[in-house]
């Protein structure tokens, strides 16, 4: 749903928001990611709301690496049965910036510890940073206390077999990578964000980040019923797939936009 509001021109109200949810939940998705409460105040009576209703799926917030963002998902996530607050860094950077930016990471998974045990940290424009500096970052948020490390293609610029690459390096090079799990967040700029988010899989990924009817920033994100066709041929699926088209038809009455 966080995601799902970058499309242009969609907008979600909370029973909107609550009708959606309570259908994820039902088909057995493993989290769901609310809103972006530190940027958008609708956001947070809208975690909160959720996170009192879902009990068997993971309630998840977004936040930026600063204090007052990662507080904000923390209050709104705190009647959920599991909650999990989503930290974005930018390892995009010029190479000054680099030991202030892995103090940053450690200061704010550290915080968001304190109040979550399910912290999640995201490598933001991981497939364009240096590749020694984003293991060294990935290092650094595990040792804090993440327990998810996303590697995602913010602006869905990469090949399937770049981004293989990259993810292969990562599961190589950095020495406590066993102790998350590896999650991918794929952008459908070039049309391949279902494949990019495939292919990794092979090499240890165990979270793909999708949406419904693929909605997302520019061109989308990566389609989750394009996911579960796809993977349920190798891997078994724990999505009930009969209320995937029903989610589908949801998603497109309240959004206007067809998949």
Known sequence: MRDGELTHGVSMNLQQKISIATLLEAMGVDIIEVGYP??????FQEIFEISKIIKNSIVCGLAGSNKAEIISVAEAIKPATTGRINIFTSVKLNSKLYEQTLSEINASVSLARDYCEDVEWNAFDATRSEPDFLCKAIEVAINSGATTITIPDSLGLAKPEEFLQLLESIFHCVPNIDKAIVAVHCHDDLGIAVDNSIVGLSCGVRQIECSINGLGARKGNADLKEIV???????????????????SKLVTQITGITH
């Open 38 to 43: 530190g940027r958008y105040d609708k956001d």
């Open 229 to 247: 066709e796809r993977i349920s041929k190798t891997y078994p699926a724990n999505i009930d797939t009969s209320l995937i088209d029903q989610a």
